[in-house]
């Protein structure tokens, strides 16, 4: 009864390739979120969905793009990855953006740029 | 500003005892929780634990409870009689009201000796 899932869990692309990762979740939840982790840090969030209403976040870069086509489904579109942007991708949900809504997360996705 | 510090990088702890990981939290919004969440190696983050600004009393959750001194704006994490499986990395979180965001410390690197 996986929660939020995340595919792939592993993927890699070619310097300049565009990749998309994506998120599901079976928890009805109204908020989807997209954080990078790179090693040894915190994640970084760089936007979220409130249903359809779509949040960037002041640093993220135009690279960075997201999709939500329905509650369930949310993805993040990377147009021409560097080999800065390999990290572990996150994705969570919450219910609600309020201050007592736990945000649960995905098993992640570990992106490798060649 | 940083606004959540965790000061200890690396801690190391027999199995079978109790640990305590700290953080301190910084904000002017009365209304706000904390989180604190565990990443093993494989990647996710696995909530553990949330602490609202208005609750009178520590939470608990099995194994783990945090130490709630809201004039010291500290939370810190007990993890009482650790397992070999408690060796993760640990972060505490914070979130404002009405704001999306998860806001992260560095991180504490916890390994549970045999």
């Known amino acids: 009864d996986a929660m939020v899932i995340q595919n792939p869990r592993y993927q890699v692309t070619q310097f300049g390739k565009p990749v998309t990762l994506s998120c599901s979740q079976t928890l009805n939840h109204n908020v989807m979120y997209w954080y990078q982790q790179k090693s040894s840090q915190a994640p970084k969030l760089l936007f979220h969905y409130y249903d359809k209403d779509f949040n960037n976040e002041a640093d993220t870069p135009d690279n960075f793009q997201s999709r939500r086509p329905n509650t369930s489904f949310c993805f993040l579109d990377i147009r021409s990855p560097g080999l800065g942007d390999a990290a572990m991708y996150l994705c969570a949900t919450s219910r609600e953006q309020g201050s007592t809504d736990t945000q649960y997360f995905g098993p992640g996705t570990r992106l490798t740029v060649l | 500003a940083q606004k959540i510090t965790q000061t200890q990088p690396g801690m190391f702890v027999q199995e079978k005892e109790a640990v305590t990981l700290d953080c301190t939290y910084d904000t002017s919004d009365p209304s706000y929780g904390l989180f604190w969440y565990k990443q093993p190696s494989s990647g996710e983050m696995i909530f553990l634990i949330y602490?609202?600004?208005?609750?009178?009393q520590n939470a608990t959750e099995g194994r783990y409870s945090l130490n709630f001194q809201k004039a010291r704006k500290s939370a810190n994490l007990v993890i009482s009689a650790s397992q070999l499986g408690d060796s993760a990395m640990y972060f505490c979180a914070m979130r404002e009201y009405q704001k999306g965001k998860l806001i992260f410390g560095q991180g504490t690197e916890l390994s549970v000796k045999p």
């Open positions: 602490q609202g600004s208005y609750d009178q």
